[in-house]
């Protein structure tokens, strides 16, 4: 591969572009040096490039990218330019969620942020967004944030059909693809002067992908600086259950009666998984503690803690495929084009941007 000699390889993105693959320095080395016909780059090389140190151009560059699948424009970006790594960056994950996995999880974030910013400034400069700080004191709760919200983006009153399809008619980024890993559901990054992002898992049931996108929206909003992170986590569920479920609304549901036949019925009305709807009945006062209790132990003796029944239909993200339709008609793009904006060769960017895989793995509801 032919590179111009004025490409010089961004250390930082040679750090994000490596752990976004999930590798080490030694998985790198091994990989280029198999590209290399067997020659041995050294870990020592590596890690001088990544530090800095080295000059990456011209074919080291191009090896590197052919072994990361990258391009080499991407590789060469200051990573600050497109508000990479900027802004405080909020989960939906488990503890069990080791920090390997996190800093993969990160880079991914990261390169995603990348990848869209690059296709969307294509088109236009800057996108204008609907998101704005709504503070929690004392006196406004969490929920009032999600009544403050759904008023402002004019939610009408009930369940929210399409919540992928709000957040991003709000201005939103909205990504999902696997992140290969059953300990995260979601994480989001609003960096200042940019737009929010939210990074969802492809592996997760549709009711569970609804609540995460909620809960990280609750974040976004609500959580523009560090605090108590089991404080924030606590705020963010309150958010999203009212976001999705308003008590003003539900709580006639939730009167009719909480069995399980009925919350499968609740659960195809409100997209959201039976085990949310026990715990937000709780929440009302609908149901006692022994009754809660009762109705956790039931599901779990009938497996639906692990794969609960009835489907939530998956929700897809529009605003990049529609992206890369405008791309087409306005410039002349094709997808291979379009990809290569992206950084990505063809085949990676229509799995990411351009069709969102399911999955029917079981998964554990003992969130909502």
Not at 16 to 26: F, K
Not at 129 to 135: G, I, L, N, Q, T
């Amino acid at each position: 591969m032919a590179i111009e000699n004025d490409l010089v390889a961004h250390p930082a993105m040679l750090v994000l572009a490596r752990e976004s693959r999930g590798w080490t320095q030694a998985d790198l080395v091994a990989a280029m040096s198999k590209l290399d016909g067997g020659n041995r780059i050294s870990q020592g090389y590596v890690s001088r490039s990544e530090a800095g140190r080295l000059a990456v151009r011209g074919d080291r560059l191009a090896l590197f990218a052919a072994a990361l699948h990258y391009t080499p424009k991407m590789l060469c970006s200051a990573s600050e330019l497109r508000g990479v790594g900027v802004g405080l960056i909020h989960h939906r994950k488990r503890a069990s969620l080791g920090m390997t996995d996190l800093r993969r999880v990160h880079a991914v974030l990261a390169c995603t942020r990348w990848q869209v910013d690059a296709l969307t400034e294509a088109l236009h400069p800057r996108c204008d967004h609907r998101f704005r700080p709504v503070e929690v004191t004392d006196i406004d709760s969490p929920q009032d944030a999600a009544d403050t919200v759904r008023e402002e983006w004019g939610v009408a009153s009930g369940p929210i059909k399409d919540l992928v399809g709000l957040l991003e008619d709000a201005g939103a980024l909205v990504v999902v693809r696997d992140l290969q890993t059953a300990a995260l559901d979601a994480v989001s990054q609003w960096p200042p002067q940019g737009t929010p992002l939210f990074l969802l898992n492809s592996a997760a049931p549709g009711d569970r992908f609804r609540f995460s996108l909620a809960h990280e929206l609750g974040h976004v909003v609500m959580h523009t600086r560090p605090g108590d992170a089991k404080q924030q986590e606590r705020e963010a569920d309150l958010f999203a259950s009212q976001f999705l479920m308003p008590a003003d609304v539900i709580i006639d549901d939730l009167q009719q009666g909480v069995d399980l036949p009925k919350l499968l019925a609740l659960k195809d009305r409100w997209g959201t998984s039976m085990a949310a709807l026990i715990r937000r009945a709780y929440s009302l006062s609908i149901i006692k503690e022994w009754q809660y209790r009762n109705l956790m132990v039931e599901m779990s003796a009938l497996g639906y803690r692990t794969r609960e029944p009835g489907q939530v239909p998956r929700e897809t993200p529009q605003h990049v495929a529609q992206v890369v339709t405008r791309l087409a008609r306005q410039q002349n793009l094709d997808t291979a084009q379009a990809a290569n904006l992206a950084g990505l060769d063809p085949e990676e960017f229509h799995e990411i941007y351009l069709c969102v895989p399911s999955s029917d793995a079981p998964w554990d509801s003992a969130h909502p």
